[in-house]
């Protein structure tokens, strides 16, 4: 036997031996709370992710060890790379959805859209609560079809809403939408497109002109999307970017001479590293926000004395901190919280299992008061759950300025109005319920 | 290249035990199917049913790459026609039991296969290589653009409305990967079948020198479309099972560009010209990524600093493993375990 073919029999023993073996070293889990983090420290989109595992993990950390767990259960973090792709993070889930020794899985946050579908079918079979705040699928809305998706806090028909509320809101009323142009730049994507067909209603609603110009991935040529807007005379524009899609619109914009302050950024367009790199031209550009950054908040001040400047964060570099991925972070981890005090409060201060997770994350109240208690006012907006709404009652964001090296926050929290669309996302959900033969549920309590 | 030849070592020891063979065949399926018994659920969902059906995918290449020597980097838009065959198929015609449908999208891939494989006649190697590159992306433009294919959804992804054969529900772990492993053993029979047959002799004539196949009687032009049909077949099956059995929900850009890379070093790494050899391929490919990042479990890596730098260390390991394995073993694994079996085997080495 060659040296080369004994080195490689060794290897594989020993990859044998560690695949069947793993679990068994590593540190008893039991009476923890299980949190599976899905990472992507490495692939495309590893620099958002940085910041946002951050913030996960900073908060956690912060719960664990000043708090001394939620209601005294710890909670144990294990990561599993998934690269973005969606193999790996089916590998990550079919790891982590029955715990991981002795610890509990109560709910499993994707953190990737993609994934988030990929795992429907997977979590109804299983019974495994799918948390997405801000990157889940809108018809999963009802609850009543889809029990075990979460798709917490935002979506783009609210976007829609809320981005022409704030160009009402500019031009002095609903009245003043008439005859008004908003040109819609989208990813030509399945995110890109999803907000065709409510501003397509609204605009019908309101009697603006409603021009949609698709951006093929990855954007980075837009000379003539640009011309076209400039040619239909377009007063707004709603970016729907992501990626390197962001900053070359913003450029390309400077160069037709459209002006900045009038192109209204999607969330995933609305973070430093969406604008920095568009430099001078990016002053004036406006976001929606969701997760609004900033250091002035109680939790982020009690996360820099804590955590940061005790240099037990999972920062390498501290200028991250307060941004709106480090913030999306902190917001992520405090809806897993608390869903798990919610669940507390009817099952005992205890690890929870699958089972609760899904009744816990369906029964959340995280109400002004409790914002206040957690010192993320400004932070977060109210977040009430039910089996009929599995995204929360009121939808709001913010709108954010780039002031050319940070966001500066133009407005308060504005309401998306939940009717409008209601019955849109119940229809298709109903229709999803028919393909695939599902029997809705009935809400009981 | 290697040929399907067996080395001259063994072949005296194959010849006196006649059926060894069949009897290694009938042990395979029967482990096969015991499988789901010892294997849980992780296993069964994240580790082998991905394996076998990127190994099916590799044999669909190899027919092509290996056997005919035609170079493709486009497997995955073949991947993406089954894929989407079976659910338009299974979402428009529902009378069509399962078995049918996956048969049905195996040949409209194995169309397009014939149609992208028409620049084959006039082009070879790395021109080539650009056409199928342009099926590549096509079919994740097509699929992405044409809400239609995707029966206007929203997030323009597919999932199966319904996976059954005989009333039997077939979407649980087990179910799926019954039907994964029963496919892919269908396959691999029509695969060996087909490398054993003449037209198997043929393509490996046209590719050891195409000129002279052509002058002993070949149709060359002829074999090298059913080449690209044959090889669509198997790429187009094992895309519905990858869509369907694996992932459960897919959408056009889950076959992009890195997944055709993916099955082409599956060939690459299992062996040119073998059916099984794909399987080691698909196996490295797809536990070395997971084998890495379960090490971080059981060794303490924390020296290294972060989780970051961690993660980028198994892809550097991984792709230094990728390079040694080339160069010292260019004839891929599937040589270097029939070198390990004759080295354990005393007989074999006198006999040589």
Redesign the interface.
């Known amino acids: ?2 040296l ?2 004994k080195a ?2 060794l290897a594989t023993a020993a ?1 044998a031996v ?2 069947m ?3 068994s ?2 540190e008893d889990g039991s009476g923890q709370q299980l949190y599976p983090l899905f ?1 992507y ?2 692939g495309p989109y ?1 620099p958002s992710f ?1 910041p946002f595992g951050a913030g996960n993990i900073d908060y956690l950390r912060y719960i664990n060890e000043v708090e001394g767990g939620v209601d005294g259960v710890k909670i144990l973090v294990q ?3 998934t ?1 973005y792709t ?3 993070g ?2 990550c ?3 982590y959805k029955n715990g991981y020794n002795g610890a509990l899985t109560a709910a499993i946050y994707p953190h990737s ?2 994934l988030d ?6 979590a109804r ?1 299983d019974k495994i609560p799918i948390v997405s705040p801000g990157g889940g ?3 999963a809305t009802d609850g009543r079809v889809f029990p075990y998706q979460y798709p917490l806090v935002f979506d783009y028909w609210s976007e829609a809403q809320i981005i022409v509320d704030y160009i009402a809101q500019q031009a002095g009323g609903y009245d003043k939408l008439k005859g008004l142009k908003i040109a819609t730049l989208y990813h ?4 890109g ?2 907000t065709i067909e409510p501003l397509g209603i609204l605009a019908k609603k309101y009697g603006f002109e409603d021009i949609q110009i698709p951006v093929p991935h990855p954007g980075e040529q837009q000379q003539t999307q640009w011309q076209q807007i400039r040619r239909a005379n377009a007063d707004w524009v709603f970016l729907r970017g992501w990626g390197v899609m962001t900053p070359v619109a913003i450029k390309t914009a400077a160069r037709v001479g459209f002006p900045a302050d009038r192109i209204i950024g999607d969330i995933w367009s609305g973070s430093e590293d969406d604008a920095r790199p568009a430099g001078a031209a990016a002053k004036g550009y406006l976001a929606v926000s969701v997760f609004p950054p900033g250091t002035d908040y109680g939790i982020l001040k009690t996360l820099k004395k804590d955590i940061l400047d005790k240099g037990e964060s ?1 920062l ?1 570099d501290n200028s991250k901190f307060g941004t709106v991925y480090y913030n999306y972070g902190v917001i992520e981890a405090i809806t897993f919280v608390e869903a798990l005090r919610t669940g507390h409060k009817k099952f005992g201060n205890r690890p929870l299992t699958a089972a609760e997770g899904q009744w816990a994350l369906e029964n959340l109240d995280i109400d002004q008061k409790r914002i206040a208690e957690l010192g993320a006012e400004g932070l977060i907006s109210p977040l009430k759950t039910s089996i009929d709404n599995h995204k929360g009652e009121t939808i709001a964001a913010k709108i954010i300025q780039w002031n050319g090296q940070s966001w500066d926050t133009r407005t308060d929290w504005i309401k998306a109005d939940a009717s409008l669309f209601a019955d849109v996302i119940k229809a ?1 959900a109903a229709a999803y319920a028919k ?3 599902i029997q809705p549920r009935v809400a009981t309590n | 290249m290697t040929t399907l030849q067996e080395s001259a070592p063994s072949k005296p020891l194959r010849q006196p035990v006649f059926g060894i063979g069949t009897i290694a065949v009938v042990a395979g399926l029967i482990a096969a199917f015991a499988v789901p018994v010892l294997a849980d659920d992780y296993w069964l969902s994240s580790i082998i049913i991905p394996m076998v059906i990127m190994g099916l995918a590799g044999i669909g290449l190899n027919l092509l790459m290996g056997y005919t020597g035609l170079v493709s980097i486009g497997s995955a838009a073949f991947m993406s026609i089954g894929a989407f065959s079976t659910y338009n198929l299974l979402l428009r015609a529902p009378f069509l039991p399962l078995p049918v449908v996956l048969i049905l999208a195996g040949l409209i891939a194995a169309i397009a296969g014939v149609i992208f494989g028409l620049p084959a006649l006039r082009i070879k190697g790395f021109y080539l290589s650009a056409s199928t590159l342009g099926a590549q992306f096509f079919f994740e433009w097509l699929f992405t653009n044409f809400s239609w294919f995707s029966n206007d959804s929203q997030s323009l992804t597919i999932s199966a409305p319904r996976l059954q054969i005989l009333d039997y529900d077939l979407q649980s772990a087990t179910g799926r990967y019954y039907l994964v492993i029963a496919t892919t053993a269908l396959l691999i029979a029509l695969a060996f079948a087909i490398v054993k047959s003449r037209v198997g002799r043929e393509w490996m004539a046209i590719r050891d020198m195409d000129v002279a196949a052509s002058v002993i009687g070949i149709r060359v032009a002829h074999r090298k479309l059913l080449s690209f049909g044959i090889s669509s077949f198997f790429l187009g099956i094992a895309g519905a099972l990858w869509a369907f059995g694996y992932l459960g929900t897919a959408d056009a850009h889950a076959f992009n560009l890195d997944k055709s890379f993916q099955i082409l070093f599956i060939v690459i790494i299992g062996g040119v010209a073998t059916i099984f050899g794909n399987f080691l391929g698909a196996a490295f490919i797809v536990l070395t990524p997971i084998l890495l990042d379960r090490l971080s479990l059981v060794i303490d890596l924390s020296f290294l600093g972060d989780q970051g730098a961690l993660a980028n260390l198994q892809h550097i390991i991984f792709g230094t493993i990728i390079i040694v394995l080339l160069i010292k073993e260019p004839d891929g694994l599937s040589s270097l375990i029939k070198r390990g079996v004759a080295a354990l085997r005393p007989q074999a080495r006198s006999s040589g």
């Not at chain 1, 579908?117 to 997977?122: F, I, M, P, R």
């Open positions: 036997m060659s080369f073919t490689m029999s990859m560690t695949l073996s793993s679990a070293f590593a990472t420290r490495t590893a940085i990561e599993c790379e690269a969606i193999e790996r089916i590998e889930y079919e790891r859209s993609g579908v990929a795992l429907t079918d997977k079979i699928q809108n018809i030509d994507s399945g995110y497109r999803d999972d390498k298709k393909e695939k033969g």
